[in-house]
């Protein structure tokens, strides 16, 4: 079922008992829904109707007393006028529409808190003509909190899971206790937790685990004396955990204050670990904020710390590994059933996931899907009930896809795979599978549950880094076999040579090298980038001064190409924060590229600056999404080929050159890609306008530094 979600809550229901009899009248319509109000007035939900033109005429409901609602504001009023003056979706009134069709409307609406299922049908009279509509709320309060619980036991039993998974996978304990304490940070929302180990005669622990969010203090390595500390003394007696709200006031923290306010702890859990009976160690969750730990989120850690403590005592008696395995593995099984009963019970909540979940029978034949799979297979709800699976891949993946979940269903062990998937409309996309086998038991039917995931991004991500590396290894190779050629040259020659012979060798062996150079530096200057995203340093750039420099950089090669150069600077001053190489490189590739793709003609050059608040821009050049602010505006034309239609989309995309990758003209693709992500990260933005055979224009806009500009306003 299909439901949809609105907020209705200005809707204002009536009191039944408010509603006048019509049926003396005779109008069908009133006969009709006047009847519906009576019955509707003895049961627990909401009924109103509305006339063909949606205009509501009637609402009762027992529920309506929940609700303390009064119609006169809204009968007689046209329902799409209501959802207009209260801002809201337009889906009721679409399902209402539905409805006079003579199908079936579904929604949810949110009133006062409480959450309401409707269904609308169309209304009739005696002779089968519609005469309007009548919806059904029904209150699904307690469901939603019912699910939400679920969601709570759910999570807290895969975490569980999680845990005892760990531990009965190693014998490395520190590494447990480490990602134990990372998983109950996380679960219990807190930055610290630290475990520790006791020695032999309970004397001494030492912190030999923790978990730390950025900015608190390790405590890794401390030791810390066990004998006269009430709190680890009261631990390893009565073997219980322990809560304290404040640790500043509670006398079992008497010893440990100091080390708990330099930690900025304020409340703490510590459960023991416990082998065999004996304590032999500890784990705090340490919370900065006062909180009373729930008896749920005690018994939680108390569970976990008893599926590390079976750890450590496989790692303390090795000998007696292969009867705990097996102990673990029992107590595995019974929480992953426990697990599917419970997952059963949500196949609501799976819509929620953005993958596509397929349940099947043993044989590959679907009986559930879920939102997901209907949205990216383009299948309306239930239409794949029954088909074989098969039919989600294209030949030859159809057969590996049944033989997995062959596999999936005689081995019980998870199956994985990538295949050519094929939507209702016979497209395709590259698509990755998990398949897990569901035992049958008693309260639930076997069969599998296949995960779909669409990849086809990430698949052209791998093509166009193999396309890259490809490209790369060409380019490189053509300026080292010059390097080489000429070195060889001038080794194996060089006395029969000419001063002028061996100067014209060493001249090529430089442009070479300068072309190797530059083809490596290409390559770096974007993997630094994306290293140094995060750096805070930041200066104040004139921008008139870095392009003056790039420009003077490529001006002899502009006058060997024999191309014109016109370069227009603003007559204000044009600053920007920043790194001064970040804006050097956006000119220079920028500049770099218009000579490469321009084989005559010329090169426009202009910088400027904008005040987009009091100077009019226009819409063709004003990005639409920026806002209104001070900006240095660079632009970079060129009278070249022009970028083919099919290419913008991909431009500014790493390692994409569209046709350009066909053409003799150098470069990697990687250029654009840069200049974009540069511009993005400092909070500017970019565009592009081209046509074939006339030429191309870069139009970027980075926020401007308006120090200059405050002090000579003030």
Not at 618 to 645: E, F, N, T
């Amino acid at each position: 079922m299909v439901k949809h979600m609105t907020t209705f809550s200005g809707l204002e229901l009536s009191n039944p008992n408010t509603i006048s009899d019509s049926s003396s009248s005779g109008n069908p319509f009133d006969i009709a829904t006047t009847q519906l109000s009576q019955i509707m007035s003895r049961l627990p939900g909401i009924m109103w109707t509305t006339d063909k033109d949606l205009v509501i005429t009637r609402m009762s409901g027992a529920g309506l007393n929940l609700l303390n609602r009064t119609p006169q504001e809204y009968i007689g009023r046209n329902l799409a006028e209501i959802v207009d003056s209260q801002r809201l979706s337009s889906i009721a009134v679409s399902e209402h529409q539905k409805a006079l069709t003579g199908k079936v409307g579904h929604y949810e609406i949110a009133v006062d808190q409480r959450q309401l299922e409707v269904t609308v049908q169309s209304l009739l009279d005696e002779q089968g003509q519609t005469i309007g509509c009548v919806a059904l709320a029904v209150d699904i309060t307690n469901q939603k909190e019912a699910e939400r619980a679920l969601a709570y036991i759910s999570d807290r039993m895969i975490l569980l899971n999680r845990v005892i998974s760990l531990a009965g996978s190693t014998l490395n304990v520190n590494k447990v206790l480490e990602v134990v304490c990372q998983e109950l940070a996380q679960t219990f929302g807190v930055p610290q937790v630290a475990a520790a180990l006791f020695d032999e005669n309970q004397i001494e622990g030492r912190i030999v685990a923790e978990y730390l969010a950025p900015g608190c203090i390790s405590a890794m390595g401390m030791t810390f004396s066990l004998r006269g500390n009430p709190l680890n003394e009261d631990l390893i007696q009565f073997k219980n955990p322990i809560a304290i709200t404040d640790v500043m006031t509670n006398p079992l923290t008497v010893q440990v204050r100091t080390i708990m306010q330099e930690r900025k702890t304020a409340s703490i859990l510590i459960v023991p670990l416990t082998v065999r009976g004996e304590v032999i160690g500890s784990i705090g969750i340490d919370s900065p904020v006062a909180r009373e730990f729930t008896q749920d989120e005690i018994e939680l850690a108390a569970a976990v710390a008893l599926a590390v403590s079976q750890a450590l005592d496989n790692g303390m008696l090795h000998q007696q590994l292969e009867s705990h395995s097996e102990r673990l593995a029992q107590l595995v099984e019974k929480r992953t059933a426990e697990l599917q009963r419970v997952n059963e019970r949500m196949t609501a909540i799976l819509n929620g996931s953005s993958d596509a979940i397929v349940f099947t029978h043993n044989d590959g034949t679907i009986r559930n899907t879920n939102e997901a799979f209907d949205r990216l297979f383009g299948y309306a709800a239930d239409e794949a009930f029954s088909s074989p699976i098969e039919i989600l891949a294209e030949p030859p993946f159809d057969q590996a896809l049944i033989e997995a979940l062959r596999a999936a269903v005689q081995t019980g062990e998870p199956q994985r795979l990538t295949i050519m998937a094929r939507r209702r409309d016979n497209t395709t996309f590259d698509a990755d599978v998990a398949l897990s086998s569901v035992p049958e038991t008693h309260q639930v039917a076997g069969g599998t549950v296949c995960s779909l995931r669409d990849i086809t991004q990430l698949k052209e991500v791998e093509r166009l880094k193999d396309r890259f590396v490809s490209t790369v290894s060409h380019e490189l190779r053509t300026p080292i076999t010059g390097i080489l050629l000429g070195a060889n040259s001038l080794h194996q020659h060089y006395p029969r040579l000419s001063d002028t012979q061996r100067l014209e060798i060493i001249r090529r062996i430089l442009d070479q090298s300068a072309s190797l150079a530059e083809l490596i530096e290409g390559i770096l200057s974007l993997s630094r980038f994306d290293l140094q995203k995060h750096r805070t340093e930041a200066v104040r750039v004139d921008m008139v001064e870095s392009l003056v420099s790039i420009v003077e950089e490529f001006r002899l090669t502009i006058q060997n190409k024999r191309l014109t150069l016109e370069f227009t600077k603003p007559t204000k001053p044009a600053f920007v924060r920043g790194s001064r190489l970040d804006f050097s490189r956006i000119w220079r590739n920028l500049i770099d590229n218009a000579i490469k793709y321009t084989p005559e003609g010329k090169i426009l050059v202009v910088l400027n600056t904008i005040d987009t608040l009091s100077e009019p821009v226009s819409d063709d050049l004003r990005p639409h999404d920026l806002p209104a602010g001070h900006y240095i505006v660079g632009q970079v034309s060129d009278s070249g080929r022009g970028i083919p239609a099919n290419d913008m989309t991909h431009l500014f995309t790493r390692f994409y050159r569209g046709n350009a990758s066909q053409s003799n003209i150098p470069g990697s693709g990687l250029g654009l890609s840069l200049v974009k992500e540069i511009v993005t990260f400092y909070k500017g933005s970019i565009t592009v306008r081209s046509e074939a055979g006339i030429g191309t224009t870069f139009t970027f806009w980075l926020p401007a530094d308006t120090a200059d500009i405050t002090d000579m306003e003030e």
